[in-house]
């Protein structure tokens, strides 16, 4: 399969495709479900890709989206700002109002942004900024103007999503506990999960949590984070295997802190493309129970994306 990108961009090398034929799960999602991680990609000659951008994807669009929603069972979407495209949230924005109010969205501002333009992404649906650490997706910002910022949405009633690796925790400790809203981590702040769930990494991500009712986790991404891989064992759809104990404790501990979402179309995969399908299925293995796969996929989702319906 290859999708060349739109425009006059070229994909990076060694960039995997998205996979257009996941299974259907054999996990049947709760009415309702959200699948509280996703983005779109251009397509590149409509929505150019920004020119401070790390990599360049291949195309993801808001009709493509849309149909793996269906076909997975999910109800709605949050779209998340990827770095491709900077701070320019038109191609997320597009997508939010395309989807006739079944999607959100979490954009990525600069300290420049004025109010009117603040005003305008509420009324498309955005409800969250993004602040990016991983330093080999985005060059850094200042951390009083993340923190100017973080004021400002605050007063429509935005959160920060924050997206960090789990060694830089420490340093970034006393910018995130200072931050004024609900702030949402990105893959569990990306654990290495060669190291004991129980050890003292992990251990330093649970205590940030529970010492702060204001922070909340994606326990996504297990495809990312995984050294066994997708691979089932004895024949059962159990892959990422190594994820597992820490997305479940994650989950058992906060499950009203906790949201889930595809990843798709899962940028900056370079060794292995993940089904879709199987992604869900991978859920009931670290949300085991009905009521806490309902607060997972629904109910926490719901309160923050869509409050006026709770
Ligand atoms: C993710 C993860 C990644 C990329 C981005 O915005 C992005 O470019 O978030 C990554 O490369 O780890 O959540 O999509």
Not at 23 to 39: E, M, N, S, T, Y
């Amino acid at each position: 399969m290859n999708r060349p990108t739109t425009g006059n961009h070229t994909k990076t090398s060694g960039w995997l495709d998205w996979y257009d034929g996941p299974i259907k799960p054999a996990f049947a999602l709760p009415a309702g479900a959200v699948d509280a991680h996703c983005h779109v990609f251009g397509p590149g000659e409509r929505f150019p890709y920004a020119p401070e951008r790390k990599y360049t994807p291949c195309d993801a669009s808001r009709e493509q989206l849309f149909a793996l929603r269906d076909h997975l069972g999910f109800a709605r979407n949050v779209i998340v700002q990827a770095t491709c495209h900077g701070a320019d949230n038109r191609a997320m924005v597009d997508a939010c109002i395309a989807s006739g109010g079944k999607a959100r969205g979490v954009a990525t501002v600069r300290r420049d942004i004025s109010d009117a333009d603040l005003q305008a992404l509420h009324d498309a649906g955005v409800r969250g900024v993004r602040f990016n650490f991983v330093k080999r997706l985005v060059d850094f910002t200042p951390k009083d103007e993340l923190m100017e910022i973080a004021s400002r949405i605050r007063a429509f009633g935005w959160h920060v999503v924050i997206y960090f690796e789990a060694v830089d925790l420490p340093e970034l400790w006393d910018f995130f506990t200072a931050l004024p809203t609900t702030v949402v981590v990105d893959h569990m702040g990306r654990p290495d999960v060669s190291k004991p769930v129980d050890g003292p990494e992990f251990e330093l991500f649970m205590r940030f949590m529970r010492e702060h009712e204001n922070v909340w986790s994606k326990v996504s991404c297990p495809e990312r984070l995984s050294l066994s891989g997708p691979k089932a064992l004895n024949g059962e759809r159990a892959p990422y295997r190594d994820v597992v104990p820490f997305a479940r404790r994650v989950v058992e501990t906060f499950p009203d802190r906790v949201l889930w979402g595809t990843d798709w179309p899962h940028p900056n995969l370079k060794d292995h493309m993940p089904d879709d399908g199987l992604l869900v299925d991978f859920i009931p293995h670290i949300a085991v129970t009905a009521e806490l796969q309902q607060r997972l996929l629904v109910t926490n989702p719901m309160r923050l994306y869509w409050p006026e319906e709770c």
